[in-house]
């Protein structure tokens, strides 16, 4: 059986203290990586230090950026490129639709980004709210997150996400997340579904002790 992932997106929060204190107190009090692969998705400023923490601690936790460039490392004032994060992280999120929708991110720019990710061999979690949308070559991981479900408290229901799941799963070899209000109470109703194979987590990855929890229901 390959192991669940379960990736928490901490998105645009936490200073670097309140990063620091997250991941001690979780290496604090998780001791299994077992079955499961845990998959922290802090902002740019946290990746670093948090990939030197990680390897010096030995920890079963891996790194996901939350966006890559398009573009090649080079003269693109603001933007990380993926050569700058090429052995840093193992994962980076692509197309969550908080980038589609604010930073007017196209299909066109998501495959570029994939591309550039694939390139630097960083593994793309690519997002999709619909099952129709189309995925990018090369894509291996694919989170489903409908819209209304996301920051809302309002899950989609663990049977339909799962056949949402199974659709996606006809286009292509891929591993299919659930993402949108999981938390420690429903995420074992997702996990449990056959064509789920792990959680994308936002909200409830802030506080190390729900992300903790929301890890030992899955366990
Ligand atoms: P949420 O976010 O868990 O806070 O709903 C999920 C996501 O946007 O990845």
């Given at each position: 059986m390959k192991p669940l992932i379960i990736l928490g997106?901490?998105?645009?929060?936490?200073s670097t203290e309140e990063a620091l204190a997250w991941v001690e107190d979780f290496v604090k009090n998780w001791s299994s990586g077992g079955a499961l692969e845990i998959i922290l998705a802090p902002s740019f400023i946290h990746i670093s230090f948090?990939?030197?923490?990680?390897?010096?601690?030995?920890?079963?936790?891996?790194?996901?950026?939350?966006?890559?460039?398009q573009f090649n490392k080079g003269a693109y004032t603001g933007e990380v490129?993926?050569?700058m994060l090429r052995g840093l992280v193992e994962y980076s999120l692509i197309g969550h639709s908080e980038r589609r929708k604010n930073f007017g991110e196209?299909?066109?720019?998501l495959?570029?980004?994939?591309?550039?990710?694939?390139?630097n061999g960083i593994n793309p979690v690519y997002c999709i709210s619909e099952s129709q949308m189309s995925i990018p070559?090369?894509?291996?991981?694919?989170?489903?997150?409908p819209l209304f479900a996301i920051g809302s408290g309002r899950p989609d229901t663990p049977e339909n996400a799962d056949s949402v799941a199974a659709e996606?799963?006809?286009?292509?070899d891929f591993k299919v997340l659930y993402g949108g209000s999981i938390n420690a109470e429903n995420v074992y109703s997702f996990v449990s579904q056959p064509h789920i194979d792990g959680?994308?987590?936002g909200g409830a990855s802030l506080s190390s002790q729900e992300f903790l929890s929301i890890t030992n229901h899955v366990a």
């Open positions: 997106n901490w998105k645009a929060n936490k948090l990939a030197r923490f990680i390897r010096e601690k030995g920890l079963a936790l891996k790194l996901s950026a939350q966006n890559v460039s490129a993926a050569e196209t299909d066109e720019i495959a570029q980004k994939v591309r550039q990710a694939l390139a070559e090369g894509v291996k991981i694919v989170a489903y997150e996606i799963k006809k286009k292509g959680v994308l987590v």
